[in-house]
T-cell receptor, first 113, second 116 residues
Framework: GAVVSQHPSWVICKSGTSVKIECRSLDFQATTMFWYRQFPKQSLMLMATSNEGSKATYEQGVEKDKFLINHASLTLSTLTVTSAHPEDSSFYIC?????????FGPGTRLTVT | AQTVTQSQPEMSVQEAETVTLSCTYDTSESDYYLFWYKQPPSRQMILVIRQEAYKQQNATENRFSVNFQKAAKSFSLKISDSQLGDAAMYFCAYRPTQGGSEKLVFGKGTKLTVNP
């Protein structure tokens, strides 16, 4: 398997502020990471694919300027929610790709007040 | 586009009994991977089992096994001797092996309740 961490696990921020979520691959170098969003009682929705050293690929309907993704190293990808609003409140999950399997981080609960 | 359908939003099983979760998918690809992921209340996604489409033999991991019917595009998960710790959301997922896409396509999930 693979070990993936996320930080923070839970964050509360005020509307209009930005918040950064870190995703780390702890035991192997991940050239590709994925960011998902999950609403309560729903499935995972892929937001973007993060590639080390290049721009992320966003899924249709995901605002690039709203959700900034940086994959600056083989072990770290970050998701920054800019000018957060209450509708951005959600559970955000990252994953790494190793061979043909994805391994998931424990998730970050974002609450925007 | 590939789709994954889980027709059972909720299922329940008695402890020590067997339960089967259904999953169907739609694809024009001939080679792909199928997965079952478990998401307990902690919300940590855990890989339960994996099946390569080119393999005819059904995958098995301890109490978890699949019934993979490629022609019918069906991929069900059987949990034997159910335990309280099996209670979770279960997601079926698909991924092609070709075409450069590493993206997983998830079903909507099945909530499994295990009754003591």
């Amino acid at each position: 398997g693979a070990v993936v961490s996320q930080h923070p696990s839970w964050v509360i921020c005020k509307s209009g502020t930005s918040v950064k979520i870190e995703c780390r691959s702890l035991d192997f170098q991940a050239t590709t990471m994925f960011w998902y969003r999950q609403f309560p009682k729903q499935s995972l929705m892929l937001m973007a694919t993060s590639n080390e050293g290049s721009k992320a690929t966003y899924e249709q309907g995901v605002e690039k300027d709203k959700f900034l993704i940086n994959h600056a190293s083989l072990t770290l990808s970050t998701l920054t929610v800019t000018s957060a609003h209450p509708e951005d409140s959600s559970f955000y999950i990252c994953s790494t790709q190793r061979k043909y399997e994805q391994y998931f981080g424990p998730g970050t609960r974002l609450t925007v007040t | 586009a590939q789709t994954v359908t889980q027709s059972q939003p909720e299922m329940s099983v008695q402890e020590a009994e067997t339960v089967t979760l259904s999953c169907t998918y739609d694809t024009s690809e001939s080679d792909y991977y199928l997965f079952w992921y478990k998401q307990p209340p902690s919300r940590q996604m855990i890989l339960v089992i994996r099946q390569e489409a080119y393999k005819q033999q059904n995958a098995t991991e301890n109490r978890f096994s699949v019934n993979f019917q490629k022609a019918a595009k069906s991929f069900s998960l059987k949990i034997s001797d159910s335990q309280l710790g099996d209670a979770a959301m279960y997601f079926c997922a698909y991924r092609p092996t070709q075409g450069g896409s590493e993206k997983l396509v998830f079903g909507k999930g099945t909530k499994l309740t295990v009754n003591p």
